[in-house]
């Protein structure tokens, strides 16, 4: 057998582009938005429940981290990538909004297994100190879906049609499942690991949260204050990343006066600003370690200068120039991901690797209710109000998020 010195790093980039794949299946809809309504006569109010539907579906991301903290992550992340990429291509052949609404429900059920299969592999492939790298690469794989969707969409739309763009991100997923099947191993079974590796993550990881092969508590982790620390900050913050994956192609079209073109050229920009805020945050906590203060500290300090950089989004809906808004909507993709990526990588330094895909999975299904929340009611006030309010709002929400992780998590003794 050949060895290799990094396989942990050839893992996390394997995983990286299955999130770019479920991102890329989430943001097709959003990017397609104003062809599909016009096409099918669907309204906002509408369309805010078809976005709800995959909310709801998302949020039983408990349910997903408990099969795969039972089940692993070689077949049961396979199982969840299998269904998801079947369901992205269906939407292909879908007519009527009460379809895409039934569909979207079903993709948001098993796309919620993405990111705690993603935790749950930094947390067995990697030691404390690169917990943080390997979540922000990963992250970027988030960002770089949502990058390719505007392109995609626009290619299906100018050569064949929409529903082209649905069939070739579902049909990318089941190219990827051969790579995971051949290649993904946890590391005491990878035959490719060299055993100074496999040491050095070992010796790297906490004692206390080290796999030991027993069933997640549900009732004990949600007494736990740092569970609802991680999870209520999520709540304030995913709204961003809803509004610019589902909304912002539309705010481009109603109220920038964008064509498919534009959309494509620099729907996007957002999202590549993303890409350096999952890498920006790691970063900023690396630099805060290496100055004495402690990781949960240097994770909340990460967060809090994301939420301060994210009051930029306050002012989208006030600038007149189209091309400020985008540069101001690029710093919130900035501002998102660098919190963003601080505050899921922490499910990582506060529970065991046996509970880890679980508690991920309780905290992504707060940052769901959240975005549903928000987009339910951004459907039924944007005609009304317009989008001004709701930039508004998300300026703010960050700055309670950093409160309250300041106030609940405690550091392990």
């Known amino acids: 057998m050949t060895y290799f010195r990094h396989v942990r790093w050839t893992i996390i980039g394997l995983f990286a582009i299955a999130m770019t794949i479920n991102y890329l299946t989430r943001s097709v809809l959003g990017v397609a938005a104003p062809t599909i309504m016009g096409e099918q006569g669907i309204t906002s109010e ?14 039983f991301q408990p349910v997903a981290g408990y099969v795969l903290d039972i089940a692993g992550l070689r077949y049961g992340f ?8 079947l369901i992205t291509m269906a939407h292909g052949l879908v007519q009527g909004w009460l379809g895409f609404l039934a569909l979207r429900g079903a993709l948001g059920l098993v796309e919620g297994g993405a990111q705690p299969a993603g935790m749950k592999v930094v947390s067995q492939w990697f030691p404390a100190r690169e917990r943080g790298t390997a979540g922000g690469l990963y992250q970027i794989g988030a960002s770089l879906g949502a990058v390719a969707a505007p392109p995609l ?8 049609s929409w529903r082209a763009a649905f069939f070739v991100a579902g049909g990318l997923g089941l190219v990827w499942l051969i790579l995971w099947l051949l ?36 009732r004990t982790m ?16 995913d709204p961003v990343w809803g509004m610019l994956s589902l909304w912002m192609p539309l ?14 050229i620099f729907a996007w920009l957002p999202f590549l600003a993303a890409d350096l805020g999952c890498l920006a945050g790691p970063a900023l906590v690396a630099w805060l370690q290496r100055r004495g203060v402690h990781l949960i500290d240097a994770r909340r300090g990460a967060f809090t200068v994301g939420a301060v950089l994210m009051c930029s989004m306050m002012f989208v809906g006030i600038v007149q ?31 065991p690797q046996d509970e880890v895909a679980t508690a991920t999975g309780i905290a992504g299904t707060a940052a769901n209710l959240g975005v549903l929340i928000f987009t339910l009611l951004l459907g039924s006030w944007v005609d009304q109000v317009g989008y001004g309010p709701f930039f508004i709002l998300l300026g703010l929400l ?4 950093a409160a309250i992780l300041w106030t609940l998590v405690r550091k392990p003794v």
């Open 153 to 160: 969409v626009a290619w299906a739309v100018l050569t064949h």
């Open 183 to 218: 290649w993904y191993q946890t590391p005491a079974r990878h035959r490719a690991i060299t055993a100074e590796e496999r040491t050095k993550i070992l010796d790297g990881q906490e004692a206390e949260l080290q796999q030991k092969r027993k069933r997640p508590d549900l």
């Open 78 to 85: 396979t199982f969840f990538v299998l269904i998801w990429s």
């Open 46 to 59: 509408q369309y805010s429940w078809i976005t709800g539907a995959f909310q709801i579906g998302i949020m």
């Open 251 to 264: 705010y481009l079209v109603q109220v920038r006066n964008f064509d498919i073109q534009q959309i494509a």
């Open 398 to 401: 960050d700055l309670v998020g």
């Open 321 to 351: 120039s189209p091309v400020a808004a985008i540069a101001l909507l690029c710093v919130a993709g900035f501002a998102h991901q660098t919190l963003s990526v601080t505050v899921i990588t922490m499910s990582a330094d506060l529970f």
């Open 222 to 237: 949600l007494r736990r204050r740092d569970m609802w620390g991680i999870a209520l900050p999520r709540f304030l913050a």
